[in-house]
């Protein structure tokens, strides 16, 4: 069997038991037998042979590849995905994408009825030796150009992490030059050199608290986060509950008038140009120096209408 063919196996079990755990051998048996039908329009040579034995070995890629368990569980009577990896962001970032994949494999020949959306991200291709030099406390070296300064300024860094905004990827790290942390759009990154020498990653810094109160790509103002509350029309308020606007989300009010939020953040300009993109469909309420700027900016609007 071709590599495509294993590689679409594991991916159509990990689905299977994401949608029904603890499925018995026999169940996925059919799954299997049952998308290879389908995945038979997209190549007519693809083969999936599924066996007791096969899904043993499945499971030993499965873990070795995607860093997933599948455990048989007595009681239960079926296979099931670990609990900690189902929960991984990683797993879920996966199956949306093996999703897409198939989708547009097998779309090849209906481009007529497919809208994809034009933009994406610049900047992927370093994704890999970032990683490698984040996770090897590599110092890196780059070239940066700022989208309001067309002059390029190399920079030297000690990598932290990345942060993806809005289908834009960031790098997070200090800058050797004068010891501060900053943020890079990978889409102006450019002539990326990673470094024989080490740094020591600080103690008193960490990635996930950093970031936990910030909306978007700014950090943290010097301030402390504060409680935003927002009213937004019901319409609107349904795909903010299907969509939270950040982790910290809390519905305070949810009737036919309103849905009613709070989110702990720190009021930065990205917060600002996303609650702005909401137009009359929201209210802010809280607190007041948001309220006044969006007010402002609201006001500055329709002045440039000439009205």
Same mark, same amino acid.
């Given at each position: ?107 090849? &020949? ?5 809208? *994809?959306?034009?933009?994406?991200? !610049? $900047? ?6 970032? +990683? @490698? ?89 010097? &301030? ?5 509350? *927002?009213?937004?029309?019901?319409? !609107? $308020? ?6 939270? +606007? @950040? ?61």
């Amino acid at each position: 069997m071709s590599k495509k063919g294993y590689l679409y196996r594991y991916l159509l079990l990990i689905k299977k038991l994401k949608m029904n755990p603890y499925s018995s051998f026999e169940e996925l048996q059919r799954y299997i037998d049952q998308q290879c039908t389908y995945l038979l329009l997209q190549d007519d040579r693809l083969s999936m042979g599924f066996s007791k034995r096969t899904l043993q070995r499945d499971i030993r890629e499965i873990r070795m590849l995607f860093g997933l368990d599948i455990t048989y569980s007595h009681a239960q009577r079926g296979y099931h995905i670990c609990e900690s990896s189902a929960e991984n962001r990683n797993f879920q970032r996966m199956m949306e994408a093996f999703d897409v994949f198939s989708s547009l494999n097998l779309a090849q &020949d209906l481009a007529p009825y497919l809208h *994809l959306e034009q933009r994406s991200a !610049q $900047g992927t291709e370093h994704l890999y030796s970032l +990683l @490698h030099a984040i996770k090897n406390r590599r110092c890196i070296t780059f070239d940066y150009r700022k989208f309001w300064d067309e002059t390029l300024s190399q920079r030297h860094l000690e990598p932290y992490a990345l942060k993806e905004f809005k289908s834009r990827w960031y790098l997070l790290g200090k800058d050797i030059r004068d010891g501060r942390i900053k943020r890079f759009g990978l889409d102006r990154l450019t002539r990326l050199k990673i470094s024989e020498n080490q740094f020591v990653y600080p103690e008193d810094y960490n990635v996930q608290q950093s970031q936990r109160y910030c909306f978007g790509i700014m950090g943290a103002t010097g &301030d402390q986060p504060q409680e935003v509350v *927002l009213s937004f029309v019901p319409f !609107q $308020g349904n795909y903010i509950k299907t969509l939270p +606007l @950040h982790p910290s989300q809390e519905i305070l009010v949810d009737t036919n008038d309103e849905l009613r939020i709070k989110l702990t953040v720190y009021p930065t300009q990205d917060l600002l140009m996303e609650l702005l993109s909401y137009g009359p469909r929201l209210k802010v309420l809280a607190p007041e120096e948001l309220v006044a700027q969006v007010k402002q900016a609201h006001q500055e609007a329709f002045n440039r209408y000439g009205i």
